[in-house]
């Protein structure tokens, strides 16, 4: 296996000039995705792990800045979004008072064109964004910004903030619901979820759920949500028509922590991770029961599912690693090394090169500049391309 390493590249700047005064040509883009992709952001290293499904190899890195959290595709899977923070790294048992000062210059959503692979541009945003969602025509993001007690509401074309919604401390989960209406977004510090009208950045009601909640999930039909609440130690469900909760389900096991969670495509299931828990909880939408636990790695906490249903990915934060779960059998069938501290995983159901006559995304890179590279302030981006 040879290891081809892309030329870093300060966007916004000039081209690289060599010693005879001749400008260098940019490098190559990588070669064009064959199988479907896994998109890994690593909290501690500030990149991204790109995961070839086929081989289940990582094959290429890409430099995003600080704490990559939250991450998101575009509906045409052409453009992955990226949470950045400038807030210090805090793992838990740390005394805040000890870190360092924060630095907001690195606040931010990264965007990453998926047909080149490259950070292209920083989108600002609030301070501290943990989250986003993107809306359903991929004109819009709604960003949870941590710090800030706020959603951003950002035009994905431009940058250009739309709107800023006040919400409860430490917002972090952030969900559209199917039909695009509504935002559900959480309050880890307050213990609810605001319900806010997509079109109106308006905010609809706000409802209690148990301590710390994390991440929802609706159902395809829109009809029910699914919130996770960390300490509470459970999963609340919502009727989403509503907005608001009607039961709260305990999750199994020594220790559950829920974290993230994502519903199946028919919406059969729900699936949790459960952070010290160490596990993926299945959980019945018939019932609302969970029905089985299956041991992924150390503190799981992104989760993502494959278009067809049939497989789950699991970002497992102190082993540097992701674990693929065969949702059948329930079982481990592999486990990628990835960078360190993975936090978000985004998987897209086709290479970005073969999706012909989809509508594009609303994102537009910066302008070129006089060296005809696009213009990308506080960014850049470092390829590292396996080829076999």
């Not at 916004?12 to 005064?21: E, N, V």
Request: hydrophobic residues 40%; aromatic residues 4%; charged residues 20%.
């Amino acid at each position: 296996m040879r290891r081809l390493v892309g030329l870093a590249v300060l966007l916004g700047t000039a081209c690289a000039i060599d010693g005879t005064g001749a400008a260098l040509s940019a490098p190559a883009s990588p070669a064009a995705p064959r199988h479907p992709h896994l998109y890994v952001t690593n909290e501690r290293s500030g990149d991204l792990s790109v995961i070839d499904l086929g081989s289940r190899q990582v094959v290429a890195t890409v430099r995003l800045g600080k704490r990559p959290r939250g991450v998101r595709v575009s509906p045409d899977g052409t453009v992955l979004y990226v949470a950045l923070s400038g807030s210090p790294y805090a793992p838990p048992g740390v005394d805040e008072k000890t870190l360092p000062p924060p630095d907001r210059s690195a606040d931010g959503i990264g965007v990453v064109d998926l047909r080149t692979l490259r950070l292209v541009r920083v989108i600002p945003v609030g301070t501290d964004p943990e989250q986003l969602a993107v809306s359903k025509d991929g004109r819009r993001l709604f960003v949870a910004n941590e710090d800030a007690a706020t959603l951003s509401v950002v035009a994905a074309a431009d940058g250009r903030l739309e709107a800023t919604v006040r919400v409860g401390g430490e917002p972090e989960g952030v969900e559209l619901s199917p039909d695009g209406a509504v935002v559900y977004a959480t309050s880890e510090e307050d213990g609810e979820v605001f319900a806010i009208d997509a079109a109106r950045a308006t905010v609809l009601r706000k409802f209690a759920v148990p301590p710390r909640p994390r991440a929802i999930a609706f159902l395809p039909d829109g009809k029910r949500a699914y919130v996770t609440c960390e300490n509470g130690r459970s999963v609340a469900v919502v009727d989403a028509r509503r907005h608001a909760p009607t039961k709260t389900i305990t999750l199994p096991g020594e220790n559950p922590r829920p974290m993230g969670i994502v519903a199946a495509p028919d919406g059969r299931y729900v699936y949790v991770t459960t952070g010290r828990g160490g596990t993926v909880v299945t959980i019945d939408t018939a019932t609302d029961t969970p029905v089985t636990s299956v041991e992924v790695g150390p503190r799981p906490w992104g989760i993502a599912i494959a278009p067809d249903g049939r497989t789950l990915y699991t970002a497992n934060g102190p082993s540097n690693d992701v674990s693929i779960v065969d949702v059948a059998s329930r079982t481990v069938t592999g486990r990628v090394k990835v960078g360190e501290g993975p936090w978000g995983v985004a998987s897209t159901p086709s290479p970005a090169a073969d999706r012909a006559g989809r509508a594009p995304s609303a994102f537009r890179p910066p302008a070129a500049g006089p060296s005809g590279l696009n213009s990308a302030p506080r960014s850049f981006s470092l390829v590292e391309p396996v080829v076999e």
